[in-house]
């Protein structure tokens, strides 16, 4: 046996096998029409049979209703003249008569074939088939009476001996059939009547032989028995046909249909077959040249995807050695900029030094000239020098630092800083300048705890405090906080004269001074606030502002509370009774990186935390659901992939769990958007890369309070 493995079949040529399948499946079709068409075939003629087989009992049912009323007759007057012989026919058998003539034409003949009573009545067969055969039986003719054809049932009539000594007739019209043999006259039908055992026609339609009226030798029946044929043949021609052996008469009831006529509709459908499989093949062969078409249009386009996988793999190894270069001189690149950034951090710390000393060694001198200057003229000319000196220092400290923050050579040292020592050390600096200017400078008392660098806190308010009382001519100007979550407010409102809604975003870019075209130095040099916005980058705080025309501005700062400070807002303590860990808190990551999700889960697992993972937003959600408590923090990466960023994560689940949750945003985007997006949510904001210390002290900043577990609806009850 041939075994044609799956590899094998698929090395043939893909024409070789459509045309195979087009052959299967022209040689399956025809097959199974064949198939159905033989069935068909035959199940026609077993439904022509069973119909003929029922309407020969039906025929055969009526006849003998028919029948039996005569025999019934032609027996009481045959047993009269048994009884008394001929010589009593005129006194008994009138009255009898009189009851047989209800049925038919009674007829009694003596021993020499005449008629001794009734009307003369002659069989087909002849006088002499009359008084041939056994006497005490009933017998089954076709005659003729009065020119009406009529089944003639005879009785002979036996003496002592067994002598025939004559035979009694009843001629039933063959008429009193017709209610039945009327319903077979359709045409369709080319026999239907009773014919005697030898296949003599009795009565009905149809039937050859002698005379025209017979269907030929009939098969042996038993009384009651029926029968079919499918190739019996009348007249030449086939029928189907049905037959009925009659209990009580030698007489059997016949019902033929033509085989012609009972296949015509099985022929019809034939032909329909067959332009339903011509059309098949037709359809089939159509679909097969567009198959081949298609096979000749791929392999086209196979030969073509070769040539040009050929051509890209080309192109790919070209590429591959370009971004080999590119690669090499980008590693060239980021060592030649890491020396340069060493180069800058040594040339700005030798520049901040060697530039200083300078001013130095200058105000030195002009101290020592003012003492010994005694005209008042001579006094101005050396003050005025003062001022253009003083003036160059600023410049000088505000470009270095400008500098110094730029080349990302300032490390801020996060700790938790006490608020109120940093508002009243700036407000001690400020409230002389603003006293000169007639100004009302109050600070709002502050006890909040922040995590932040206090020195570039306090220069980022300084800055902020000096620009406010620069540009307010008259009123006051505020310093307050306002607690936002985990994070603290701090504000510095003045009643200068407002920014216009379209510069609120150049005042922080360098060297713009709103309403000093002149370029002033007394009014400032224009770095202010972007030194602001540097540090708050640098520190991960937020920065923004408000401002009406004509009424005011205000300038904010967002600084994350401490951790003694948030556990206040944020902790939910644990039921009485619960004996936990408190530094074993439950955290949720989320990030779509199987590698940071990885390690971030094996280092806050090393610290003893229970850990969840989920790689969007909705897997978070889900997540929090199936949870057995809801999580302590969630930790998120801000760009996640989905519909939810980091935020909108921390947000949505906080909603669904119906409390606030701690958050940490990781996030590579150092813009202030991402800062604010982070401080709406209510979450603390970390850049990438973040190390093991910085996260530690975050997570440690948003408590160690683990919320207790959901309860059960059972114990809730």
Known sequence: MIRLSVNTLLNFHPKAILAAIVLAMTLLGGTAWGALSLVDYVNTLDRAERGSRQAAAFLEGHADAVLDGGAAALARVADRLEEGGFASLPDKVPSEALVASR??????????????????????????????????VVELLHGQVDGRDSILMVRRISGHGGIPEGA?????????????????????????????LDGTRLAGIGGSGKGGTGIGPLPTLEPGVESGERDWTVGGEGVVIGLKRMRDFPAVAAVALPRAVVLEPWSSRLQHGFMMVGVSVVALFGLAALGWTSLRREAAARDALRDANARLEQRVEERTADLRSLNQKLVRALAEKERANQAKARFLSAANHDLRQPFQALRLFHHLLMERLKE?????IAEKMGEALDSGEKLLHALLEVATL?????RPNIAEVSIATVLDGVAAEFRGLA??????????????????????????????????????????????????????????????????????????????????????RRRGLGLGLPKVRRKAALLGHAVEVRSRPGQGSVFSVM???????????????????????????????????????????LLLESWGHDVLVAADGPAALAMLRAAPRCPDVILSDFRLPGPLTGAETVTRAAEQEGRPIPGIILTGDTGPERIREAVAAGCRLLHKPVTPDVLRDALNALGAEPVPARQSQSSAA
């Open 103 to 136: 049925f038919g034409v009674l007829s009694i003949l003596d021993a020499d074939g005449r008629t001794v009573f009734g009307p003369s009545i002659e069989p087909d067969s002849g006088p002499a088939s009359l008084l041939q055969g056994a006497g005490g």
């Open 406 to 410: 730029d080349a990302g050579v300032v």
């Open 559 to 601: 600084v994350p509370l401490a951790a003694s400070e948030s556990r206040t807002d944020a902790a939910v303590p644990a039921p009485a009774g619960r004996a936990e860990n408190p530094a074993a808190r439950l955290i949720l990551i989320v990030e779509d990186d199987p590698v940071q999700s990885a390690g971030m889960q």
């Open 376 to 380: 008042s003229r001579e006094r101005s």
């Open 168 to 196: 009694v007739l009843l001629a039933l019209p063959s008429s009193s059939l017709h209610t039945v043999l009327d319903v077979f006259s359709d045409g369709r039908h080319s026999v239907a009547g009773l014919f005697r």
């Open 435 to 520: 006293a000169d200017k007639r100004l009302d400078l109050r600070v709002r008392g502050c006890a909040a705890m922040v995590r932040t660098d206090a020195t570039l806190l306090t220069r980022m308010l300084g800055d902020l405090l000096r620009n406010a009382i620069a540009y307010t001519p008259a009123g006051g100007v505020v310093v307050g906080c306002r607690r936002r979550g985990q994070w603290l407010r701090i504000e510095v409102w003045d009643t200068g004269p407002g920014i216009a809604a379209e510069h609120l975003d150049a005042i922080f870019e360098d060297f713009v001074q709103l309403g000093n075209p002149e370029r002033d």
